[in-house]
Every structure is written in structure tokens, then in C-alpha cells.
């Protein structure tokens, strides 16, 4: 292989190679240049219809859910006619 001082500088480019790129790209001036033109989007209307879409699916789910609550207490309620029949 390469030996114990080729596998150290490897070592030591695999660790620091990362935190270096780290710290670099998170300084202040980085992203004062890169951001500088950039604007957050006003999204109140997106706001709006999201939180209108979210209140939909939550009533679809829980009329789904008491629909199959119903179905499975039916179910309940034969499979207890049916069993009384039989003991009869």
C-alpha cells in the first residue's frame, strides 16, 4: 500500500477538507455578496390557499375515518347478531 504517511495526509485531507469548506462558505462577506440581489417572495395568498387546502383534507380525513368507524362497527354489530343466532 501506500504506508502510514500517505494514509495520515489522506486522513488528514478527508477531515479537513470538509470543516474548511465549511467555515469558508458561512462567512458573513460570502453571503452579503451572493445575496444581495435576493428577495423573499410575499406569500400570503399561498398562505391563504394552503391553510384552506389543509383544512379540506383534514375534514375528507375524518369523514373517512368516521365512515370507516362506521363500517367496522356494522361488521361489529352483524358478526354479534350473527353469533347470538347461532347460540340460540
Known amino acids: ?5 500517505l494514509e495520515t495526509g489522506r486522513f488528514l ?5 470538509p470543516v474548511a469548506a ?3 462558505f458561512n462567512q458573513p462577506s460570502i453571503f452579503q455578496k451572493f445575496m444581495r440581489n435576493y428577495k423573499v417572495a410575499d406569500t400570503t395568498e399561498n398562505d391563504e390557499a ?6 379540506q383534507m383534514q375534514v375528507q380525513r375524518r369523514k373517512e375515518e368516521y365512515e370507516k368507524f362506521l363500517r367496522e362497527q356494522m361488521a361489529f354489530e352483524a358478526a354479534q347478531k350473527q353469533r347470538k343466532s ?3
Open 1 to 5: 500500500m501506500g504506508g502510514w504517511k
Open 22 to 24: 465549511f467555515w469558508l
Open 13 to 17: 485531507l478527508c477531515v479537513t477538507f
Open 86 to 88: 347461532i347460540e340460540a
Open 50 to 55: 394552503f391553510a384552506k387546502w389543509k383544512e
